[in-house]
């Protein structure tokens, strides 16, 4: 099937053509500054990407298509089926993810107007997390906050956790559904889930992606009252201190840098504060892996996944240096060996096994999409 991937921003739409019989992308291309100059909007885009496919696809049509969601809030457990009560319940959700959900809605508005006879899907970057039992989704915050505002944990990267998972457990010759793991996100934005029988039990991002791992400019946990204290004692506004919390913090906040290549050349040159930024990620991360080994009742595998995940030796070695409680050991020939394959980088005599598996949210997308429809067909 001739899946296209589409994940329309406020201001971007990028998209990619996948053939999900041989997972080669046939088209792909990013389209920015939607609202200014010469792209009006949204639907000037969908014009753009419609020469791009035109040229890269020829004969070929799309047979459907898949539009990533940030926001599935407590509806949506699974892909759906787009109409326009669906859009409707997407932009209802904007409260909950008011840069994306918005976006969206316009990019699924345009293209069911423009292509009225593909079938559209999407798929939620929430929706895995929907398994977690109540009393780790549950904030220990008054009762009318999560009843009337929904407070609570939703957890992202869904989809890249999902696909993770699977081939995490294809690769280790497990049953997925009696597989337990931790799966460790790090790439701009990151996030660690706790997998018990193949589904999501716990996540470290919650009510937005803000929570849990020290990210490249996200602060991660904080106490809440630092918040408060410094907004009450006009140190920052609650604008700013937003903007401090997801902007300014994080790698970056500490060192200056969310590059981790530069960060991890520098503090093998002696940089102290490319040092810490380093070992404050790493030592959250181990606290998280540590409390979901407990999660899933010890788990089978610790998988790394995106641009850091795949690529930074060096700070897996970092990460998995400090658990040693767990019988964690890295292999480090295999774990300094660059590779685009699924891996396991552990040691044989590691009492759980390290992975490396590569994400690839596109494919993830246009996977689900293709399950979707033709379990529809057949029904
Ligand atoms: P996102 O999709 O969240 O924007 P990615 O998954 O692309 O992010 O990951 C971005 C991160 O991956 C950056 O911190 C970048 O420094 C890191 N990264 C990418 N390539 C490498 C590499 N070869 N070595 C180390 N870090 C890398």
């Known amino acids: 099937m001739l899946v296209l991937v589409i994940n329309s921003g406020s201001s971007s739409l990028k998209f990619q053509a996948i053939d999900t019989a041989s997972g080669d992308v046939l088209s792909k291309g990013l389209i920015e500054q939607i609202g200014e100059g010469p792209i009006a909007d949204h639907g000037a ?50 409260p909950l993810a008011p840069l994306h959900n918005p976006a969206h809605a316009l990019g699924m508005r345009e293209l069911m107007e423009r292509w009225p006879d593909t079938p559209q899907v999407a798929v939620f970057d929430t929706s895995f997390h929907r398994t977690l039992p109540e009393y780790a989704w549950r904030y220990a915050l008054p009762d009318y906050l999560y009843k009337e505002h929904g407070v609570r944990r939703y957890g992202f990267h869904g989809t890249s956790h999902d696909y993770v998972t699977g081939i995490a457990a294809e690769l280790l010759g497990h049953d997925r559904n009696q597989f337990n793991a931790v799966i460790a996100h790090l790439g701009n934005g990151a996030s660690v889930t706790a997998v018990k029988n193949g589904r999501s039990v716990d996540t470290s991002m919650g009510y937005t992606p803000l929570e849990g791992l020290v990210m490249g400019t996200r602060s991660g946990d904080v106490d809440p009252s630092i918040i408060t204290q410094l907004i009450v004692r006009g140190i920052c506004s609650a604008e700013e201190m937003d903007s401090i919390l997801n902007k300014q913090s994080g790698l970056k906040g500490l060192s200056g840098s969310n590059d981790m290549r530069s960060l991890v050349e520098r503090a093998a040159e002696g940089d102290d504060a490319a040092e810490l930024a380093l070992s404050v990620a790493a030592y959250r991360l181990q606290k998280y892996v540590g409390a979901y080994h407990v999660a899933v009742g010890g788990a089978q595998a610790l998988v790394f996944t ?23 050991k890295l292999d480090m020939p295999t774990n300094v060996t660059r590779s685009s394959e699924p891996r396991v980088i552990s ?21 689900l999409v293709k399950e979707l429809l033709n379990g529809n067909a057949e029904a």
């Open 347 to 367: 040691a044989l005599d590691s009492a759980i096994p390290v992975l490396v598996v590569p994400t690839n949210e596109e494919e993830a997308i246009a996977g």
């Open 45 to 94: 885009a969908i014009v753009i990407m419609e020469d791009q496919l035109h040229k890269d696809l020829g004969e070929r049509e799309v047979q459907a298509v898949g539009h990533r969601v940030v926001h599935g809030g407590e509806r949506f457990s699974q892909p759906v089926r787009i109409d326009y009560e669906i859009v409707r319940a997407i932009e209802r959700l904007s």
């Open 306 to 328: 995106a641009g850091i995940g795949e690529n930074s030796w060096q700070f897996r070695e970092r990460v998995c240096s400090g658990l040693g409680a767990l019988g964690v």
